[in-house]
């Protein structure tokens, strides 16, 4: 898919799903800007070092930023180990996820609504979890919550800026291959599980999720709005 003279911001862009977004749309021909606190080092991208959970740091980031033809909102933490049931998660890991998760989308969106305008053409995509429409997230509190907020923070998007000329839409991954998830992974029968529960019978790859997201950027999803979009390998139909 032809993206030349788009201008696309990922924030997380040096993370295992966000990395894999970056080279596919920059092999498209797509200006990409990687918004993070860790360098990439990918020569793909613009680096803009940035703190999602200030607000300063990400307004000041995407001020240098005149025109967004999209926002790809993937930063993301998940606790594994500290995020559990509702009655035994503490305070600080609740706060933590949902300062990344859920505040950063809000920061990342609220001061990239210029850009998304002057463009006329602005594509908001949040990347959701299936932990946030199923009993997936159980044992998660802190992060399936940051994500069903992530869900509907998109749908008011949607509504708020259709006469600008915007569109927000959720691409829900099912359990990937990335450092997220690398602590159950070390875990064989956790690892498993998350298999026998896709009834494509294996785990996603950052690179799976290109097509859709490379879609949702351009023109040819001009109709597509306030949806949900999963590439779950069926995770959420089962």
Known sequence: MELKGYNVVVTGGSGGIGSALLSGLSASGASV????????????????????TSENSVKDSLSTIEKIDALIVCAGIQLVGLDSKIGEVSLETWQKTVDINL?????????????????????VILIGSPTAMSMEGA????????????????????????????????VVPGS????????????????????????????GKPSDLVGLINWLVSDQSSFATGALYAVDGGMTAR
């Open 176 to 203: 990937m291959l990335t450092p997220l998830i690398e602590k159950i992974l070390q875990d064989p029968e956790k690892s498993q599980g998350l298999i026998d529960r896709t009834p494509l019978g294996r785990m």
């Open 33 to 52: 800007h990687n918004l993070d606190i860790h360098d990439s080092a990918n020569p793909e991208a613009t680096f803009h070092k940035t703190d999602l």
């Open 139 to 170: 044992g998660y509190t802190a992060y399936g919550a940051s994500k069903a907020g992530m869900m509907g923070l998109s749908r008011i998007i949607a509504a708020d800026y259709k006469d600008k000329g915007i569109r927000s839409n959720v």
């Open 103 to 123: 505040t950063g989308a809000f920061l990342s969106v609220k001061h990239a609504i210029p850009g998304l305008i002057k463009s006329g053409r602005g594509s």
